[in-house]
Every structure is written in C-alpha cells, then in structure tokens.
C-alpha cells in the first residue's frame, strides 16, 4: 500500500511539474511583448454594440472609427473605447450604408468608408456629415466590384482601396480623383488573389495583403511591386488567412491570421519577428495608434481588443 502510494505521488508531481512548465512556456509565448490592456462590445444595435465590427481607424485626437457590417452604420469611441457617436442606416442614399467595411481618416479629420455592398467610397466630416462619393460597380478606373474592401491612406492624403474581387488596387486623391491602379488576378509578383487590406508605412511602402495567395507583397506608391513573403502554412513566416495590416511607429509589420488566431509580427522587409497568441474567435483588422498600441476586431465576438506593449 505504502509503495503504491509512493509511485501515485511521484507520477502526480511528475504530471504537475510538466504541466506547470507547458503552462508557464505557453502564456509567455502567448502574451510576448504585448498585453490585454481594454476590450469593448457586445453583440447588438445599441451604442457600443456591434454586428461584426470590421475594420478601425484612428483621427489625429486618438478616437476611433469602427465600420458596424451589419448595422450599416459607423460608431466612433474613444481610444478607451467611450461611445462618442455613430452614423449611417441601411440604403444606398448619400450617409448610408450597405456593409461598410473600410475606413480611414485623413490630416484634417475626414473620414472615408469603403461602402461595399454599394461599391462606393463615402467622405464625411469628424462627426458624419456627408461631404462627396464617388465609385459604381464595375471594373474600369474608378469602378468598384461588390467588394470594395480595405481603404488607407499615405501622408499626403492620396487613399488606397483594395477591391476583392477585382483583384487590384486603385488610389486616389483625397477628392476621389483616379490617380493610378495595379494588380490583376494571379499569383505573379504584383497579382493577386482577393487582396484583402492594405497599409502605407512611415517610408511610403504600401503592403498588401494577398488574402487567398497567403503571402504579404510590398509596393512603391505607384505601385511598383518591391518583395513578397508567405506561404500557405502555421510555421512561421507562414500564413492561414492574412487578413488584416497594420504598421508600427518603427515601421514593423503586423498581420491578422485569422486561420491561425494569432497576430505575427515582421520587420520592414519581412522578417519574421514575434507572434501575438490570444483567445480570439475569428479576427478582422487591425490599428495601431500613435503609441504603437494595438487594437483588434474580433468579428464573431463582436468586440474590439486593445494591447500595449510590455515595457521591460
């Protein structure tokens, strides 16, 4: 009896040893240089609620815009997530919506969405009055297919939309003048296959993400493709479904991988760097704000996540 006790107690401190330093390896790989700081949201259609919250931008004060899919609206908080005001309504009038996804804002306050099921882009004030539009459906210059996705802007306020299903992207002035496009269906340097979101770093680069070619391709301002990197796969450098793009104040590199829930993070040119490993369900976009601050749209959890990073 005393034996079988004695072999019980050596497998139980065995077992809780082992268990103790699995736990201890997976929560730090699991917080690395960042930690849950807010998160924000319920599912629902009152203020501060959300049904499938997409995609973020952030205005010179630090507020937040966030595209509200299905209530065809957009909500605008604090960067501690405090409701300030929202806007839009389902329809195709000037200041609806149908499913906006994209958004950005520009030096002066602007805000510009991606109204995809209309496959036009909407300008508004800070606090949602409708300025000007332009887009139909279609494939030409200027034209939209029914999934007009991510818009970002570069520092003199040209924007940049990457449409789906037309495999390209397009750029404009901020008045919604063409300037130029590129891309085309394929999985050439430059093509792609349904590009999701894109991002313009301090230096002028813009990164795209090749959602269904499962890589990252880097651009000059007009277009001309620079490197790439990715691979279907979860070992690193490698992506399920990069989605999501966001850039540091360093110029660091971060992509939503919603197929692997988790958040890797590359140097400028594609170097693999860290990995954020969290408890999300199906992730979207996103932001990074001015103090290099992360924020996440959890789609299916209809929240919004904030980290910031662990300052040793």
Do not use: C
């Amino acid at each position: 009896m005393n034996f079988l006790m004695l072999l019980f107690l050596i497998f139980f401190t065995s077992f809780s040893f082992s268990s103790l330093i699995f736990s201890l390896n997976f929560s730090f790989a699991s917080v690395s240089e960042y930690q849950l700081q807010l998160r924000w949201g319920t599912a629902g259609t009152g203020n501060g609620q959300f049904m499938v919250p997409h995609s973020m931008a952030f205005d010179s004060e630090g507020n937040i815009y966030v595209t509200d899919v299905n209530n065809h609206r957009i909500q605008k908080f604090t960067s501690d997530g405090e409701f300030i005001t929202k806007w839009g309504s389902e329809g195709n009038g000037d200041g609806e919506f149908s499913s906006p996804e994209g958004i950005d804002v520009d030096s002066i306050g602007n805000v510009y969405v991606a109204d995809t099921g209309n496959s036009r882009i909407q300008k508004f004030t800070s606090d949602g009055e409708f300025i000007t539009k332009w887009g139909s459906e279609g494939n030409g210059d200027g034209e939209f297919s029914s999934h007009a996705h991510g818009v970002t802007k570069d520092s003199f306020d040209n924007f940049y939309i990457t449409d789906r299903f037309n495999h390209n992207v397009q750029k404009f002035t901020s008045d919604g003048e063409f300037i130029t496009k590129w891309g085309s269906e394929g999985n050439g340097d430059g093509q792609f296959n349904e590009p999701h979101s894109s991002i313009v770093d301090r230096f002028g680069n813009v990164f795209v993400s090749d959602m269904n070619n499962h890589r990252i391709q880097k651009f000059t301002s007009d277009g001309e493709f620079i490197t790439k990197w990715g691979s279907e796969g979860n070992g690193d450098g490698q992506f399920g479904l990069p989605l999501g793009i966001g850039s540091d104040s360093k110029g660091n590199i971060f992509i939503i991988d919603q197929a692997t829930s988790s958040i890797p993070k590359f140097s400028n040119q594609g170097q693999i760097l860290n990995k954020i490993i969290f408890n999300f369900d199906k992730l979207e976009d996103i932001e990074i704000d001015s103090n290099d601050d992360i924020y996440v749209t959890d789609r299916n959890k209809n929240e919004i996540l904030k980290f910031s990073q662990i300052i040793n």
